[in-house]
């Protein structure tokens, strides 16, 4: 791994996602969310995976690279239009990245392991895309559930953790059963697995 350009890659990722207006409000503190995501992306990939790809490295702290940048409201408020949404999300993350691989002086086959993971092509048949599905639902779990769960009336949650569930490696599972999570969400992970 040449780290050198690693790090400048990931510093400028960093740079990006510090200018998120948004900002979440975490251990007595308001940090950019995003900036927020990508660093739980990399512990959570570091705590999973430590033998990591550079490629998978930086796809994971790159996962929601300026994702303020499309707003969801201007889609239509239906599945399909969540659908182009996170459809369009994927690519603009691939190709911001792709920026800043380029920059940094990766070459373009890098460049393009990288977007493709970041656009989770190959799911369930490339052990790298698979590895980054689980973190993003592991970060989910651990961090997002709680506060989404509020949003929703149990069926939908059940209905998502399944999907959730689906996506993941038995391995992301595995993990995502030993993480520290509140009773709530433990008994309705169990009521969705049932």
């Given at each position: 791994m040449s780290q050198e350009k690693f790090h400048q890659a990931i510093q400028q990722i960093d740079q990006l996602n510090a200018q998120d207006p948004n900002t979440e409000h975490y251990k007595g503190n308001d940090y950019p969310k995003e900036l927020l995501y990508a660093q739980r992306m990399s512990e959570a990939l570091d705590r999973f995976e430590p033998q990591a790809k550079e490629s998978l490295k930086i796809a994971a702290r790159a996962q929601h690279i300026a994702r303020w940048k499309i707003d969801r409201q201007v889609y239509p408020m239906d599945r399909a239009g969540y659908l182009r949404w996170r459809t369009d999300l994927k690519k603009m993350h691939a190709e911001l990245t792709g920026s800043i691989l380029d920059k940094v002086g990766y070459d373009p086959?890098?460049?393009?392991e990288v977007g493709d993971l970041i656009q989770k092509k190959l799911l369930k048949k490339n052990n790298d895309t698979q590895t980054l599905e689980d973190v993003v639902c592991l970060v989910f779990l651990d961090y997002y559930f709680v506060d989404f769960s509020e949003k929703h009336t149990e069926e939908k949650l059940i209905s998502i953790l399944q999907k959730t569930w689906a996506k993941m490696s038995e391995k992301g599972q595995a993990a995502a059963?030993?993480?520290?999570?509140?009773?709530p969400t433990r008994a309705l992970i169990e009521k969705a697995l049932s």
């Open positions: 086959e890098f460049i393009k059963l030993a993480l520290n999570l509140s009773t």
